[in-house]
Structure formats: structure tokens, C-alpha cells
Nanobody
Framework: QLQLVESGGGLVQPGGSLRLSCAASGFTLDRYGIGWFRQAPGKEREGVSAISISDGSTYYADSVKGRFTISRDNAKSTVYLQMNTLRPEDTAVYYC????????????????????WGQGTQVTVSS
């Protein structure tokens, strides 16, 4: 069974950092583009970041640009989301998703682009 598993969430104070991991079970991520999404209570799921498989291009929402960094380690079949200078408005459940599409430039924010989803990990930014 193909699964994605997120980890690394937790409670952090404003200004702090967390690193989320997205690992694959039953397949390897080296053929997949990966997106990170988040969903806060009462809000729609929004795209946070993505990394393509074609050329390694990365994409970020304006709200996280300069603070979050997406990267991948194909040897470990894991994608990371390094989150720095966290703010209370970053509080949400964070999901990773995988797609076989090779180019994500105009579609990385669209949830239906992705074929597989993880169960999510909670990130809470609060003092």
C-alpha cells in the first residue's frame, strides 16, 4: 500500500523553528513531485510549498517565502519542510502530497494535482 507519512510537528513559540518530514511507504519519492499544504480550523487547505521532479524547481506561497525551505533527500526517500521564524498564523495541520506530474509551475497549489496524501501533522505556534 502506498502511503505518505508526515512527522516533525509540534508546539513551538513564535520565532521558533520546526522541520517537517514526509516519508514514503510502499514506494520511493524520487519519481514524484511533492507538495506541502496546510489547513487551519475553519479555513480551506492551502498550498505552502512544492518541489518538482523535472528540474528540482521549488515554489512557495508568499506568506512563507523567505521563512520556509523545501528540500528532498532521494536516498532517504524523504522530503523536508524547514520552517523558521514561525508565526501564530502558521498554526495548522500540515500535509504532504505526491504527484507524478513532472512540471508544477502553474498547478502546484491545486490539491487535485496530487495523487497521494499523508494524514497530516499538527503545527501549533503559540507562546
Amino acid at each position: 500500500q502506498l502511503q505518505l507519512v508526515e512527522s516533525g510537528g509540534g508546539l513551538v513559540q513564535p520565532g521558533g523553528s520546526l522541520r517537517l518530514s514526509c516519508a514514503a511507504s510502499g514506494f520511493t519519492l524520487d519519481r514524484y513531485g511533492i507538495g506541502w499544504f496546510r489547513q487551519a480550523p475553519g479555513k480551506e487547505r492551502e498550498g505552502v510549498s512544492a518541489i518538482s521532479i523535472s528540474d528540482g524547481s521549488t515554489y512557495y506561497a508568499d506568506s512563507v517565502k523567505g521563512r520556509f525551505t523545501i528540500s528532498r533527500d532521494n536516498a532517504k526517500s524523504t522530503v523536508y519542510l524547514q520552517m523558521n521564524t514561525l508565526r501564530p498564523e502558521d498554526t495548522a495541520v500540515y500535509y504532504c502530497a505526491a504527484t507524478l506530474r513532472t512540471r508544477l509551475l502553474f498547478i502546484w497549489r491545486v490539491p487535485t494535482t496530487y495523487d497521494y496524501w499523508g494524514q497530516g501533522t499538527q503545527v501549533t505556534v503559540s507562546s
